[in-house]
């Protein structure tokens, strides 16, 4: 397994994800409440390391 180049950049409540190829997909997050532009799922944070997550093809 290689290394891989991944790069975040945040603007407020905006998140944009790049990779080696240049931009790869974008989020916002507000507050435990998140949303990703590639996965189109909704997490949200809970106590500890847990995390809920909801994929749109399962809604």
Request: no cysteine.
């Amino acid at each position: 397994m290689g290394l891989m180049y991944r790069r975040r950049k945040k603007y407020g409540p905006i998140i944009l994800n790049f990779t080696e190829n240049g931009f790869s997909s974008w989020s916002i997050k507000i507050g435990r409440w998140s949303w990703n532009s590639r996965a189109k799922a909704h997490r949200v944070d809970l106590p500890g390391r847990l995390s809920w997550k909801q994929d749109k093809s399962r809604a």
